[in-house]
């Protein structure tokens, strides 16, 4: 009994012997290595692809962000700010619930079913709102126009992107909103399309800030 | 170019990608499992270890080892995470609550990656880094572990012993896992992961002035190096909430694609290791026959399914992007979604709860299979060959002869340790998913109702008890009772079904080979690969079809 206590014993403390030198190695020494190798090499990357607009940062180029009035009384959630072109939905976005010092987002999904109730009156809502925002100047959105990443909320919240068919609706809304013509903002769109990766890989997307910075500096102009 | 078409052309690339893979890491890994030299940091290693590398073990022994090791890493890592309010370089978060530590510990050293908690709000630089990924590392070498002793046992005869647990720790962990990881890290790097050990910071916005204070609040954090090993080591548990949909994790329409052939790449590869240990390469093309059979077969299936997008709410929006983001689109998001729970990985680049009802059911069912096409690193290998034991029995039967596999009789004993292992997974999950839906509290949990709130708690137990990870994440799970019976679940479900496996692999060790004859059942041929891809439906369809029906079934016919 004592002697497979003690072989017991032994076999623990090797145990964490080899789980504290693992710790160094991968724990450790790895992530550091990565990291130097990293900011040595891929720096604007590795600190969070920052975009800069008159050497300001406005954000990240892969998180999306929203583009909102300020929030009126009454509102529980603000109106979007229509001048700008707007993302996809994000009605899974958490915030802060425990180590309150900070105002984290917390990216997520809705997680709804494809029968859930609320998502289908989101979805339902949002398309109405899409319809009605973006039909302006004769210009008239059908919904069957309406794609479906307009109406739905994405996997982190924070996709930066919208579908090209997205953007293509928003056109006209954009034009009469900043004084431009259709064809700038139309120009402006396809300049900011990018599509797949060797004609396959990733869908074609609209980097939502990318073209709202180069909107203001059109508007600006 | 059509959606459908991209689609089908990424999984072509993923497919040629893991093809080119194949056989040289496969015969590198053989090479490294079978090796007699020791490299000089790996002298080191055993010297502050006090382990003799060269001692061969038989299966108690090795099974010890395991067991111990695991031991002290989930108390490792659970006291971490109850220390972490005062420990320096934690971003000031405090220590996690003992139900939650308690299970987040069982959850990483099982491989399973189960989060009840928010990454970005809970879990400082010191937890993640030097507690979680490490056991990325070290849960996945310990599963490759385990899957060589089998294979030894398979290989070896009249011995008994099957190799020393501490070499093929460290081995898997530094001759295999960190070099591909950090090239991979790089690559994600380079791709737009983040990768930095800045605290939370703000960011400012466009617009400035309507914002929450003028900006937005990050975390920093080694992302890239944590994502590699997540993927590669099959673990999958996410930095960010949004684990792989986070764009810092998943940047782009390539990486996506680089992550899944993270994920699949070891798995596929260990049936050539396996091929070239036993002495017969047909062998491994004979189990990969059949890995590869179910992959393609669940991925154009599932691809159908969120194309066609059954289901009210998608029906009105004209797509099934819910919880899926633009740069992966549907497709990007099904292949994912299938190679991430065919492995143990359970990484998400999509939410699968708001996947059409056959979809969900599809990713539901991928795991109940037991992870075996590919699998886990180790467990999908161990798993599989499981099955070919089940299969060559039932071939047995048919023709009233004792069935053999790779020279090795499969006699009562090594039935009742191969009906042992895949009693276990199901029993876990039925009885907990039964208790759960019987006690009045744990359904408050659920965001859906009807078919769906039942399908997110068998889900739970399903992904818990498979080492999966991955959840219908509607589930409120940092409750305590979740939190407890899904960490005992995984505990379970990752370390009994390795004491048959080690019990298996020593008895198979022991015996002396027998020789061939015309009447051995040929295992190397694709008659067998069918014979295999048949037990494994019918023995998880036979287990789980009436769970099924009630949940993901139920809810896509009703679409």
């Keep these: ?221 | 170019m059509s959606p459908v078409l991209a689609g089908v052309l990424q999984f072509l690339a993923l497919a040629v990608a893991l093809g080119l893979a194949y056989r040289p890491l496969g015969d590198y890994m053989a090479g490294v499992y079978s090796s007699t030299k020791h490299l000089r940091v790996e002298k080191w290693i055993y010297k502050a270890i006090g382990a003799d590398p060269t001692t061969e073990m038989r299966w108690p022994a090795y099974l010890r080892g395991v067991l111990a090791f695991s031991f002290v890493s989930v108390l490792f890592l659970y006291l971490l995470q109850r220390v972490q309010g005062s420990l320096p370089g934690s971003l000031g978060f405090s220590s996690i609550d003992p139900d939650q530590a308690f299970n987040t510990a069982a959850s990483f050293v099982s491989n399973t990656n189960w989060q009840s908690y928010y990454g970005e709000q809970a879990m400082g630089h010191v937890v993640q880094t030097g507690g979680l990924a490490v056991q990325n590392f070290l849960s996945a070498s310990v599963g490759i572990a385990v899957a060589v002793a089998l294979v030894r046992g398979f290989a070896r005869s009249r011995t008994g012993e099957l190799g020393n647990f501490w070499a093929d720790l460290v081995r898997g962990t530094v001759r295999i896992l960190i070099p591909i990881a950090a090239i991979a890290a790089v690559v994600l790097v380079a791709c737009g992961a983040i990768q930095n050990f800045s605290g939370i910071h703000d960011v400012g916005q466009f617009l400035n002035e309507h914002s929450l204070g003028g900006s937005q609040q990050w975390n920093g954090g080694a992302v890239a190096s944590q994502e590699a090993i997540k993927e590669l080591g099959t673990n999958g548990g996410g930095y960010f909430n949004a684990n792989s949909a986070h764009p810092f994790e998943n940047p782009s329409g390539f990486s996506n694609l680089f992550e899944i052939f993270l994920i699949l790449v070891i798995p596929f590869a260990l049936t050539r290791t396996f091929g070239r240990m036993v002495g017969s390469i047909k062998q491994g093309y004979a189990i990969l026959a059949t890995m590869v059979t179910i992959w393609v077969g669940f991925t154009a299936l599932m691809m159908w399914t969120e194309f066609h997008h059954g289901g009210p709410a998608f029906d009105i929006a004209g797509g099934a992007m819910e919880g899926k983001e633009n740069r992966f689109g549907i497709a990007g998001s099904s292949i994912f979604s299938v190679a991430t729970t065919l492995t143990s990985t359970g990484a998400v680049n999509s939410f699968h709860s708001s996947f059409t009802g056959f979809g969900g059911g599809i990713t539901m069912l991928g795991m109940q299979l037991g992870e075996i096409a590919p699998g886990g690193t180790g467990s999908g290998l161990y798993g599989m060959l499981i099955m070919a034991i089940i299969a060559v029995f039932i071939a047995g039967l048919m023709v009233g002869r004792t069935p053999e596999y790779l020279g090795k009789k499969i006699g009562t004993r090594q039935i009742k340790f191969a009906a042992c292992y895949i009693l276990i997974t199901p029993a876990l999950v039925l009885c907990f998913t039964a208790a759960a839906m019987a006690l009045p509290t744990p359904g408050n949990s659920m965001t859906n109702s009807g078919a769906h709130g039942f399908s997110e708690i068998l889900y739970a137990y399903t992904s818990g008890a498979n080492n999966n990870g991955s959840a219908f994440a509607g589930l409120n799970a940092d409750t305590q009772w979740f939190n407890t019976t899904i960490g005992l679940a995984m505990l379970l479900g990752r370390f009994l079904p390795m004491v048959f496996v080690l019990a298996l692999a020593g008895s198979l060790a022991e015996q002396k080979p027998v020789p061939e004859t015309a009447g051995t059942l040929r295992t190397e041929k694709p008659l067998f690969s069918g014979l295999l891809v048949g037990t494994i439906l019918i023995v998880a369809g036979l287990t789980y079809f009436p769970a099924l029906a009630l949940g993901p079934l139920a809810e896509g016919l009703a679409s």
Aim: hydrophobic share 40%.
């Design chain 1, 1 to 221: 009994m004592n002697n497979s206590v003690s072989s017991a014993g032994r076999l623990l403390w090797a145990g964490l012997r080899a789980l504290l030198v693992m710790t160094v190695v991968c724990g450790v020494i790895y992530p550091l290595v990565v990291t130097g190798i990293a900011q040595a090499a891929f720096g604007n990357k590795a600190n969070g692809s920052e975009i800069k607009e008159n050497g300001k940062v406005v954000g990240s180029s892969l998180i999306g962000q929203t583009y909102n009035l300020p929030l009126k009384k009454g509102e529980e959630t603000p109106a979007p700010d229509l001048k700008w072109f707007q993302p996809r939905p994000s009605n899974g976005l958490g915030s802060n619930s425990v180590n309150t010092q900070y105002t984290l987002i917390l990216s997520g999904a809705t997680n709804r079913s494809g029968d859930n109730a609320d998502l289908i009156k989101w979805v339902t809502d949002a398309k109405a709102a899409v319809v009605k925002d973006n039909s302006v100047n004769g210009y008239t959105v059908k919904p069957s126009d309406v794609p479906a990443d307009a109406v739905t909320s994405s996997g982190s919240g924070l996709d930066p992107a919208i579908s090209p068919q997205y953007a293509k609706i928003q056109i006209h809304r954009i034009a009469a909103l900043n004084h431009l013509t259709v064809d700038q903002v139309d120009k402006l769109v396809a300049d900011h399309t990018s599509g797949r990766l060797l004609g396959f890989m990733s869908e074609p997307t609209v980097n939502v800030l990318e073209l709202n910075v180069a909107l203001r500096e059109l508007t600006q102009k």
